[in-house]
């Protein structure tokens, strides 16, 4: 199942205490189903665990494992060299002009998107 539908709920319980599917589901920006087969899947992989909440044993609460959190480490180390060596070559300038724009883009992504940051 998508990879980056997975490191968006992997970060997004990174700082968490756990979370609901549907909690999950806003905070990717996927609906609540895929939501549940995201977090079925990962637990597969043994990335995530759900447990019952204490508070309502109704409810199951999704909690990043150590092995979620050292994919999500990997994967976020892997994509800070890919950017690095992309902009090698630009001058400080033009890389301050690129985050410049980024950060543009993803404010206007986000106020036109519900608040979904993109990937």
Not at 68 to 75: D, E, H, K, V
Not at 78 to 99: G, I, K, L, N, Y
Request: cysteine-free.
């Amino acid at each position: 199942m998508g990879g980056a539908a997975r490191f968006r709920l992997l970060g997004a319980l990174r700082d968490g205490d756990g979370m609901s599917v549907s909690e999950i589901a806003d905070v990717i920006g996927v609906d609540q189903p895929r939501a549940s087969r995201l977090v079925n899947d990962s637990a597969e992989r043994g990335l995530v665990t759900r447990r019952a909440d204490d508070k309502d044993a109704r409810r199951s609460v999704v909690e990043l494992t150590d092995a979620g959190r050292a994919m999500l480490t990997s994967a976020n180390a892997s994509r800070r060299t890919a950017v690095t060596d992309a902009v090698a070559d630009f001058t400080p300038e033009e890389t301050a002009q690129f985050a410049a724009l980024l950060n543009r883009f993803v404010a206007g992504w986000t106020k036109h998107d519900g608040g979904h940051r993109p990937l």
